[in-house]
């Protein structure tokens, strides 16, 4: 059952790491920086930073002095990542180096509920996938051309489940009919229901995309037009029965893949297009490029993208190809690789499993056991789930000529 949340939005600063263009490929193997680009990094000042991510921390108060040093802690994790052994991902300094643990945890969406089950949701037959010969590399992007531009920053709401949902959802569409329209993801923030605090207790507190497909499944959604997103702040709101009702895009049903396993991941993003899965987000704080690869195995699930992609990459200084997820992030187009996340694969189910202790702060609900298995480096592939057979309530030609 699909999540939780975390919004960040990193930007790379003129540090000395690179800044690269809308479009531009960016490498897979991070080199040492150089010594003039490691001193600039070492040389960056939290006065700058408030400058430049316009802070209004008052200068000699207790708030800057604690801002001051968390700041000071991560500055020196990019130094640190920079000047140690050569990693498949880069770190870069972004506008939330200056967030409080408390802060953070509340983007990704932790709730500390105590108990588990994988509730209602979770014991529908997992969906029974095919087996075909892979590409090595397959990306939905060049396809979508309207639902790719559609990108998301959630803000300070953990409503990641909700435009993970809705994502994932965009591109079904579009590969379906052709077109696609931007979705409201306020509709499931405001209106769904979340009775057993599966992934929270529901709105901004946290939920999960297996709900949101559900609740889609039996009420459509509308437009974002007509119900725009207003939680960025980190309230819910209210749920308007008028814009509720305005409903543009139906689904038929949604499916479950088999948990902890990678082929029918690697499947269903091929033969039937992106999937939502499931994620530990606690270590992305700093990604900027790359194949990323720093989840330990014991992983605490909190956050929900979506899977648009695989492939593979040879890294020359490591003497071994890589192989990646693409992952979809709801922090906005300034993070990572233009929103994106390359997530280093794990093709071996049993190589890379480890322990969720807390699997109320993902896709727990009320009552159960208190931890479960996951797999998959940042555990992506103990919960995914895709939605079936998008059909448009109405007419989308209006909608879309507002976006495009």
């Not at 002095?65 to 994790?77: A, G, T, W």
């Not at 089950?117 to 014991?123: A, C, I, K, T, V």
């Not at 939680?231 to 139906?250: E, P, Y």
Request: hydrophobic share 35%; charged share 20%.
């Amino acid at each position: 059952m699909l999540r939780l949340c975390l919004p960040l939005a990193m930007v790379l600063l003129a540090t000395g790491l690179p800044v690269l263009k809308s479009g531009q490929e960016k490498p897979a193997v991070v080199l040492k920086q150089s010594k003039s680009k490691i001193e600039k990094l070492k040389s960056y000042q939290f006065v700058d930073f408030v400058r430049q991510f316009k802070r209004r921390w008052e200068p000699g108060s207790d708030e800057w002095k604690q801002r001051e040093d968390i700041f000071k802690k991560n500055l020196q994790s990019i130094i640190d990542h920079h000047t140690g052994p050569v990693q498949t991902w880069s770190k870069g300094i972004n506008k939330f180096m200056d967030y409080t643990e408390q802060e953070y945890k509340k983007l990704l969406g932790r709730k500390g509920r105590r108990s588990f089950s994988p509730g209602s949701l979770l014991q529908q037959e997992p969906a029974n996938i095919t087996l075909v010969d892979l590409p090595l590399h397959h990306d939905w992007r060049p396809k979508l051309l309207q639902s790719r531009t559609f990108q998301r920053d959630q803000g300070a709401c953990g409503s990641c489940w909700a435009f993970a949902a809705v994502q994932a959802l965009e591109g079904h569409v579009e590969i379906k009919h052709g077109h696609s329209t931007k979705l409201s993801a306020q509709m499931l923030v405001s209106c769904m229901p979340n009775e057993q605090n599966c992934g929270g207790t529901g709105g901004c507190e946290g939920a999960t995309a297996n709900l949101a497909f559900d609740y889609i499944a039996k009420n459509g959604i509308p437009a974002e037009q007509h119900y725009p997103y207003s939680s960025f702040s980190g309230r819910s709101g209210t749920c308007d029965a008028n814009l509720m009702s305005k409903r543009h895009v139906n689904i038929e049903k949604w499916e479950h893949l088999p948990i902890n396993q990678d082929a029918p991941l690697a499947q269903a993003l091929y033969q039937h297009g992106p999937v939502v899965v499931s994620v530990d987000g606690n270590p992305w704080s700093l990604y900027s490029s790359g194949i990323f690869a720093g989840c330990d195995k014991n992983a605490i699930i909190n956050h929900a993208v979506v899977a648009e992609g695989f492939g593979e990459e040879f890294v020359p200084r490591q003497n071994r190809a890589v192989k990646y997820y693409l992952l979809k992030n709801s922090w906005g187009d300034d993070w990572g690789e233009h929103g994106y996340i390359r997530l280093e694969r794990v093709t071996n189910d049993k190589a890379y499993c480890g322990i969720d202790n807390h699997p109320e702060e993902g896709n727990g609900c009320d009552g159960g056991p208190p931890e479960i298995t996951v797999c998959g480096m940042c555990g992506v592939t103990s919960d995914s789930a895709f939605p079936v057979n998008p059909s448009f309530s109405e007419g989308p030609t209006t909608l879309l000529q507002k976006y495009h």
